[in-house]
């Protein structure tokens, strides 16, 4: 990916070789980012309890909140972790027991290698050991934007049911040329101000990015190395999938995932239909938290 450094060869992850990169760009970076997401979770308004698993990966950070069956395990987006995604945890755990993994090779409190190759495949195994190094059985798995894709790859029997939220993984994601000035200058200089200007096009029309989302994607450009986004699974991944109740929603105005594009998708690859979120983009911000619950309702019964 650009912006990468070389790999390190050889290592083996779960009986398989793989070229491996980290995540920071270097030791400041990391430890900015550790400091940001155990400081954001320190200051939780809710009750949350931290464990630290070991996997074929790495030491991977699980966030966890309330009780209730089934058991909801959120895989979040690109860049993003529990710390990030505390008020998706507060919204679910009201209604289940749900736990938040910070991905591996992503920003936050694991492992911060990743493979240089055939990521999806790799963290679908990742996401197959957390469930069972936790003993975490008949879960509801919710993937946000990447998370989504990670959640499609896992075929642990462990799984019940899944609920996808601006899926990646399906189809490829759209840049158009505002998206991709937005991002480059947001990349080259991650100031508050083009980290706002960017995520402006990641919500509705008028819409603002919530503070502590501009926050984190300022820090998370200048201390890591953000990836791009996963290609489409293959469609007979797709199709096993579909063996399970799966309900998938998008903002209305995603400009990554229009739903005139990944309706027609969804429906050919998985035979499910879409559920279009009025007034949401990509970036699911709390105002739009209760229709991710009632999505994850329709599956989790």
């Known amino acids: 990916m650009p912006g990468e450094r070389r790999g390190s060869p050889g290592t083996v992850l779960f009986g398989h070789t793989y070229s491996v990169s980290d995540v920071y760009k270097n030791p400041r970076g990391r430890l900015a980012v550790r400091q940001w997401c155990t400081d954001t979770l320190a200051q939780a308004d809710f009750p949350i309890t931290r464990t630290i698993v070991t996997t074929g990966a790495g030491e991977v950070a699980l966030v966890s909140a309330g009780d209730g069956e089934p058991h909801v395990v959120v895989v979040p987006g690109t860049g993003f972790n529990a710390a990030v995604a505390l008020p998706w945890l507060r919204a679910l755990s009201a209604r289940w027991a749900t736990t938040v993994v910070d991905l591996p090779g992503q920003p936050g409190l694991s492992d911060p290698h990743r493979p ?3 990521r ?9 050991e957390i469930l069972s190094v936790a003993d975490l059985d008949r ?5 946000n934007s990447l998370g ?3 959640a499609l790859a896992a075929g642990s029997p462990r799984i019940a049911a899944r609920a996808l939220v601006s899926p990646a993984g399906i189809i490829r994601l759209s840049m158009d040329p505002a998206l991709v000035v937005a991002s480059t200058r947001w990349l080259l200089r991650p100031t508050l101000g083009h980290t706002r200007g960017m995520l402006r096009l990641f919500v509705g029309p008028g819409g603002e990015p919530p503070q502590t989302e501009v926050d984190w994607m300022a820090l998370m450009a200048a201390s ?4 791009l986004a996963p290609p489409p699974l293959p469609a007979q991944v797709l199709a096993r999938r579909a063996e399970l109740p799966c309900a998938v929603g998008v ?7 229009p739903p005139r594009r990944l309706a027609p998708a969804l ?11 009025p007034g949401m983009g990509h970036l699911t911000t709390p105002d739009h938290l209760d229709e991710v619950v009632s999505l994850v309702a329709g599956v989790a019964s």
Not at 251 to 257: I, K, Q, T, V, W
């Open 116 to 118: 240089r190759r055939d």
């Open 120 to 128: 999806a495949a790799w963290y679908g195994r990742v996401l197959d």
């Open 139 to 143: 879960v509801v798995l919710v993937g």
């Open 148 to 150: 989504a894709a990670v």
């Open 224 to 227: 890591c190395r953000p990836t």
């Open 251 to 257: 903002g209305e105005h995603d400009r990554f995932l």
């Open 267 to 277: 429906r050919r690859t998985m035979n499910a239909d879409l559920r279009v979120f």
